[in-house]
């Protein structure tokens, strides 16, 4: 066990009963597995019953245990506190670099027996293998890729306004300039923490670059985090407020969607499950609606990956658990499910005919390799889930206090980035 998952699990002593309140956990037919996700708006719920239908077709019950949070916050927790009551579901959607603490407890099945036949490490993005990979087991399935450097516009204001997608910062400031000249809301934001945080990582990769990047989020060098490039990223998350709604108020990313889809607000940056999301309302890409890149940003991909992880148990749900495994990397599910997610195949060498604009972008600039890829720290790709909170609230705590300048706000982040490679250096 590792001393980050063994730290984990006492602190959650105590919060099983909360759990059990939440998810009701009913003994398991062999032919039945309990899932534990986070997807929930329309267009998710859209993509989950497509492997709920395959699931099916197979003879096995999808059983939803579906927990509502942005960002995955509440089925963390509620996941964490079932596995404690000896509850743990037969799947769960665990994204991210947690694998190896959940591998390393001796929780999760291992799907070689699904991978090797499966050829997965052929079929799948280098970057997508390595995360599913660990200490020489496959120990998770891979559904899409997110990208989160979106610049998501209303194309019908865009057009009426005569307006064309800012590449530029001062290209921005000129299109938002306009819009709010005609009433509009430029640019869709919540004050809720994740969001704020996912924002500011996309301003932090258009500032630097995926190597820098990297250097702060998944290195967490003290170092890095004292340069200037920092300091540049958080004056222009306070400076974007002048075109925010006013007051900013805490709301569910459905909702910001829906700003951009019904044109009180015209851009919006996030993941591209937004752009499930408008297409489950029924709008069109290119259309109502288009994806751009945050500026600065367009030759990288800020990415995020939807997996699935099968908890052991006893190894009596192993076939139907193995059988989902099968099914989600299948090249038909793999398309159907991503094109209503928002996502991108995890397969190299995906149907692009099925693709629209957004998400083709998104597979060339993925395609490109790692040097153009940043693991999202917001999304758990990038640290483990103590470093990601302390940033995230540190981030929210300046964007929210007017009166802490970006040299404070800098200070506390390389603060944290220097106690946690204290604590990482320990034996």
């Known amino acids: 066990m590792s001393a980050c998952a063994a730290a984990v699990f006492l602190a959650l002593g105590g919060a099983a009963s909360a759990a059990q309140a939440a998810v009701a956990a009913p003994s398991a037919s062999p032919a039945s597995l309990q899932v534990v996700h ?9 993509a989950v019953n497509v492997l709920v239908t395959r699931l099916s077709d197979e003879n096995i019950q999808w059983r939803d ?9 509440g089925a963390s927790k509620v996941l964490k506190s079932m596995v404690l009551a000896g509850k743990a579901p037969e799947a769960t959607q665990l994204n991210g670099v947690v694998f190896g603490e959940w591998a390393d407890l001796g929780l999760l099945l291992e799907l070689d027996d699904v991978a090797t036949p499966g050829n997965w490490q052929k079929l799948l993005f280098p970057t997508v293998w390595s995360l599913v990979h660990n200490r ?31 590449k530029t910062w001062a290209d921005f400031t000129r299109v938002a300039e306009k819009l709010k000249q005609a009433g509009i809301t430029p640019l869709a934001q919540s004050s809720e923490a994740w969001q704020v945080a996912t924002l500011f990582e996309t301003l932090v990769l258009a500032e630097s670059g995926p190597a820098y990047y990297r250097s702060l ?25 002048e075109w925010m709604p ?5 709301q569910a990313w459905p909702e910001m969607t829906r700003q951009l889809a019904d044109g009180s607000a015209a851009m919006y940056v996030m993941g591209d499950w937004a752009k499930g999301e408008l297409l489950a309302w029924g709008l069109t890409t290119d ?22 992880a099968m908890f052991a148990g006893d190894y009596s749900h192993q076939p139907a658990q193995e059988k989902l495994a099968q099914i989600i990397m299948s090249q038909p599910v793999q398309t159907d499910y991503n094109r209503l997610k928002g996502a991108i195949s995890v397969w190299r060498n995906p149907d692009l005919s099925k693709m ?9 600039t993925f395609s490109k390799g790692a040097a153009f890829q940043a693991p999202s720290l917001v999304h758990r790709m990038a640290a483990d889930e103590t470093a990601k909170d ?15 300048s970006e040299v404070e706000a800098q200070r506390r982040l390389a603060n944290i980035a220097r106690t946690m490679t204290k604590t990482d250096s320990r034996p």
């Open 356 to 364: 629209d604009s957004c998400a083709r972008s998104s597979w060339t």
């Open 390 to 404: 302390a940033i995230v609230a540190e981030v929210h705590r300046y964007f929210i206090d007017g009166r802490m």
């Open 136 to 166: 020489g087991h496959v120990v998770a399935v891979p559904l899409g890729i997110h990208r989160i450097n979106n610049l998501f516009y209303n194309k019908k204001i865009f057009d009426r306004l005569g307006l064309t997608p800012p």
């Open 38 to 46: 986070w997807w929930t708006s329309d267009g998710e719920r859209k």
């Open 287 to 308: 259309q109502d609606f288009a994806c751009a890149t945050v500026p600065g940003t367009g030759d990288y991909h800020l990415y995020s990956v939807d997996t699935l």
């Open 65 to 73: 245990a579906a927990i509502p949070g942005g960002a995955g916050l």
């Open 246 to 250: 006013t007051p900013l108020r805490e």
């Open 217 to 241: 989020f998944v290195d967490l060098n003290p170092a890095a985090f004292g340069d200037a490039r920092l300091l540049h990223a958080l004056k222009r998350l306070r400076d974007l407020k």
